[in-house]
């Protein structure tokens, strides 16, 4: 049974930086390309961030590009999130996610690409 388990939000101010981690467990990490997604109240659920099974390869929503990073330890079975330059709009449960298939494409952020879903992280940035 595959969990994601994410940590690291919190409560920061405009400007600053957070680190969000996504621990895995349940099968093999470094076999399935990562995603990372995020929710605000109102809002549908939108992608921030990919990151392949190797880590060779990231893509970014336009919205976080040049301030988010992501990464993954595959010794470690997690992902990270990166978050600088933080601005109030960013707000959101943030969710990481794992593809249902290992060496997957990536596939432009759709959230039906990602079978495995954490329970989020709440991350809100004060202006």
């Known amino acids: 049974q595959v969990q994601l388990v994410e940590s690291g939000g919190g409560l920061v101010q405009a400007g600053g930086s957070l680190r969000l981690s996504c621990a895995a467990s349940?099968?093999?990490?470094?076999?399935?390309?990562m995603g990372w997604f995020r929710q605000a109240p109102g809002k549908e659920r939108e992608f921030v961030a990919h990151i392949n099974w190797s880590g060779a390869r990231t893509y970014y929503a336009d919205s976080v590009k040049g301030r988010f990073t992501i990464s993954r330890d595959n010794a470690k079975n997690t992902v990270y999130l990166q978050m600088s330059s933080l601005k109030p709009e960013d707000t959101a449960v943030y969710y990481c996610?794992?593809?249902?298939?290992?060496?997957?494409?990536?596939?432009?952020?759709?959230?039906?690409?990602?079978?495995?879903w954490g329970q989020g992280t709440q991350v809100t940035v004060s202006s």
């Open positions: 349940g099968r093999t990490f470094s076999s399935y390309a």
């Open positions: 996610a794992q593809q249902e298939n290992p060496y997957s494409s990536f596939l432009n952020g759709e959230p039906r690409g990602y079978r495995y």
